[in-house]
């Protein structure tokens, strides 16, 4: 485990080569609304209005 989290940590670091730190937090609030807007609705949720529903 501890090898895959090394080459894990290598990996990323090179695919955000390049990025500042405010970048970088940029990109993890994207990615987090991102996963957000994934997340299942409830019931009661209405449907926007002016649209066919």
Known sequence: MRRLMAVAA?????HLAGFDAA??????NYLGRMIDNG??????ER???GGKS
């Open 10 to 14: 290598r990996v990323l670091e090179g």
């Open 23 to 28: 970048e970088i937090e940029a990109l993890k």
């Open 39 to 44: 997340q299942p609705k409830g019931d009661n």
């Open 47 to 49: 449907l926007p209005t």
